[in-house]
């Protein structure tokens, strides 16, 4: 069956026109190299054994790892021996829409929209399914994968549905591994602090205006950011504004200036600075790769 994803030069993948979300089986062996997506994807591996390999390092994959990556973020996968991979692919537009509640929600939160940015993270979050828990996510998936053929404007219900049941699994999974209480929700100045950086992230915000728009302290608006997301209002405004540049990157043909201005980064050069350090490589070389590679892309 094939997947409603299409290849730009074969290692970027994007969303064919109208898919919401989606779930696939696939058996990987030997290696399978560098790509990157424009939407979310978890890989559940089911099976087999290999390597996965990101800005995070190299990882042994065994049964039951799970490997939730954020828009923009590339990995491989390399020494693969029968690495059965349970692939869940679900678009950023889904994220701000339908599934906006999870933001609010304390696990979920932290598996999509926190967890990955904290601990130095860089749009990664791994964790470890026990057997209950695989058996009970691979339900989940298969019952998405069973929609993959179907309308969506006729299916649009029970695709949020079945990825969302996996997806509060999943986030039970991940806090258990980073010890994320159920009552950790974050406070509503934080999230009313994120959605107006993400509103308008080309505007030079700082830390005292953002304070001054919320009637709070500068030292307390750091504090309950940090024990939300592990990072000050300042750096999830850069993780941000990175994701941004990296999606205008790899679907626009603007400079690389004007790409950084429009994100909030008219400084070039601290532009050059910020997004190799979260993608580990200069905006004109994550373009050039994940544009321009000729190489086949693996899951």
Same mark, same amino acid.
């Given at each position: 069956?094939?997947?409603?994803?299409?290849?730009?030069?074969?290692?970027?993948?994007? %969303?064919?026109? $109208?898919? &919401?979300?989606?779930?696939?089986?696939?058996?990987?062996?030997g290696f399978?190299?560098?790509?990157?997506?424009?939407?979310?994807?978890?890989a559940?591996? !089911?099976g087999?054994?290999?390597?996965? !390999?990101?800005?995070? $390092?190299?990882?042994? #994959?065994?049964?039951?790892d799970?490997v939730?990556?954020?828009?923009?973020?590339? +990995?491989?996968?390399?020494?693969?021996? /029968?690495?059965?991979?349970?692939?869940?692919?679900?678009?950023?537009?889904?994220?701000?829409?339908?599934?906006?509640?999870t933001?609010?929600?304390p696990?979920?939160?932290?598996? #999509?929209w926190? $967890?990955?940015?904290?601990k130095q993270?860089?749009?990664?979050?791994?964790?470890? &399914?026990?057997?209950g828990?695989?058996?009970?996510?691979?339900?989940?998936?298969?019952?998405?994968?069973?929609?993959r053929?179907?309308?969506?404007?006729?299916?649009r219900?029970?695709i949020?549905?079945w990825?969302?049941?996996?997806?509060?699994?999943l986030?039970?999974?991940?806090?258990?591994?980073?010890?994320?209480? /159920?009552?950790?929700?974050? +406070?509503?100045?934080?999230l009313?602090?994120?959605?107006?950086?993400?509103?308008?992230?080309? +505007?030079?915000?700082?830390?005292?205006? &953002?304070?001054?728009?919320?009637?709070?302290?500068?030292?307390?608006?750091?504090?309950? %950011?940090k024990a939300?997301?592990?990072l000050?209002p300042?750096?999830?405004?850069?993780r941000?504004?990175?994701?941004l540049?990296?999606?205008?990157?790899?679907?626009? /043909?603007?400079?690389?200036?004007?790409? $950084?201005?429009?994100?909030g980064w008219? /400084?070039?050069?601290? %532009?050059?600075r910020?997004?190799?350090? +979260?993608?580990? &490589?200069?905006?004109?070389?994550?373009?050039?790769r994940?544009? !321009?590679?000729?190489?086949?892309?693996?899951?």
């Amino acid at each position: 069956m094939d997947e409603p994803v299409e290849n730009a030069r074969n290692s970027l993948l994007y %969303f064919v026109e $109208g898919v &919401l979300a989606f779930a696939g089986h696939h058996v990987h062996q030997g290696f399978h190299p560098v790509h990157t997506h424009s939407f979310f994807e978890v890989a559940v591996v !089911t099976g087999g054994e290999g390597l996965h !390999t990101s800005l995070a $390092g190299r990882q042994e #994959l065994v049964s039951g790892d799970v490997v939730l990556l954020r828009p923009g973020v590339w +990995h491989g996968y390399e020494d693969c021996r /029968d690495l059965d991979v349970y692939n869940c692919c679900f678009s950023a537009d889904l994220m701000q829409r339908e599934l906006a509640w999870t933001r609010e929600d304390p696990l979920l939160g932290h598996l #999509l929209w926190t $967890g990955p940015f904290s601990k130095q993270r860089r749009g990664i979050l791994t964790t470890h &399914l026990d057997a209950g828990a695989l058996a009970e996510c691979t339900r989940h998936l298969e019952g998405l994968e069973e929609l993959r053929d179907r309308p969506v404007n006729q299916h649009r219900g029970e695709i949020v549905g079945w990825l969302s049941l996996f997806l509060s699994r999943l986030a039970r999974a991940a806090a258990e591994g980073d010890a994320v209480g /159920d009552d950790g929700q974050a +406070h509503p100045a934080v999230l009313y602090a994120m959605r107006m950086m993400e509103a308008r992230p080309a +505007h030079q915000w700082t830390l005292t205006e &953002l304070a001054c728009e919320l009637h709070l302290a500068p030292g307390y608006l750091v504090r309950l %950011f940090k024990a939300a997301t592990g990072l000050p209002p300042m750096a999830y405004l850069s993780r941000h504004r990175v994701e941004l540049a990296a999606d205008q990157l790899l679907h626009t /043909d603007q400079p690389i200036s004007k790409i $950084g201005e429009a994100v909030g980064w008219p /400084d070039q050069n601290y %532009f050059a600075r910020r997004f190799k350090s +979260h993608y580990g &490589l200069s905006a004109s070389s994550y373009r050039t790769r994940f544009i !321009t590679s000729g190489s086949s892309v693996g899951w």
